[in-house]
Nanobody
Framework: QVQVVESGGGLVQPGGSLGLSCVAS????????MAWYRQIPGKERDLVAR???????EYADSMKARFTISRDNAKNTVYLQMNSLKAEDTAVYYC???????????????WGQGTQVTVSS
């Protein structure tokens, strides 16, 4: 019913920048909260940043100064701009969306498949 697809991952040098995008598509009446999480192998999935439909955003403390989350409600798209990247930012980045279905009006949680970000020289 709803698909969430990330794009934009890849290899970047320390100190560099990278932008991620995520689009939600399908039988959607409205996308509510959207967020980015990341996961390192063997560890839990951690919140990077989240953004409400009104644009209010919150960040994990360690990424607040370097990452920016934004969204385009008309396109059901969320973005993550990552600057001053460090080796410890290497992870699989996952997109998350709360979607209100067009058919029932019920709200469900959806995850993307993840995109790899590698920070290395």
């Amino acid at each position: 019913q709803v698909q969430v697809v990330e794009s934009g991952g890849g290899l970047v040098q320390p100190g560099g920048s990278l932008g991620l995008s995520c689009v939600a598509s399908g039988s959607i009446r409205q996308i509510l909260n959207m967020a980015w999480y990341r996961q390192i192998p063997g560890k839990e999935r951690d919140l990077v940043a989240r953004i409400r439909s009104d644009g209010y955003a919150e960040y994990a403390d360690s990424m607040k100064a370097r990452f920016t989350i934004s969204r385009d409600n008309a396109k059901n798209t969320v973005y993550l701009q990552m600057n001053s990247l460090k080796a410890e930012d290497t992870a699989v980045y996952y997109c998350y969306a709360d979607a209100k279905l067009a058919t029932t009006g019920f709200i469900y949680k959806y995850w993307g498949q993840g995109t790899q970000v590698t920070v290395s020289s």
